[in-house]
């Protein structure tokens, strides 16, 4: 019993230093071996005792990657997706962001590249090829692309 309790009372110390997914959790019992019957129950405790909540966790992964990082929908999907992470929960997540600044931000970044890109004097062609590889690369959609840089370029 002493094993259990102070195995639970190092993953809540680990799940309250910041949100965590169930697969984070689950890797680090099993990293302090804690395995079988007993990693199920100390999941379920931390569940039941709300230290481990995916949605929250999900929430919090978009609202980081977003805000800090300017990641697209797609690139932030496909880490929760890589977390192991339901797909309810990435959709709850995915919630915590405003369509308007989305697509406000998207412009915004393109317009900056756009500058930085003609500075160095490239044409048309290459320059909308760049734009949307950029932009890809951070996780958009190819339609939300298209539909920015065509307000860019003009």
Known sequence: MYFYEENLKKLQRFCTYQDRCHSEVRSKLIKIKVYGDTLEQIMADLIKDDFLNEERYARSYVRGKYRQSKW???????????????????????????????????????????????????????LRSKLFQYAMSRGFTSEEINNVLTDVLE
């Open 72 to 126: 697209g929908r797609q690139k932030i999907k496909q880490g929760l997706k890589a977390k192991q992470v339901s797909e309810y929960c990435i959709k709850k997540g995915l919630l915590e962001i405003d369509q308007a600044e989305y697509m406000e931000y998207l412009t915004e970044n393109l317009s900056k590249k756009k500058d930085i890109y003609e500075g160095r004097g490239l044409s048309n062609y290459p």
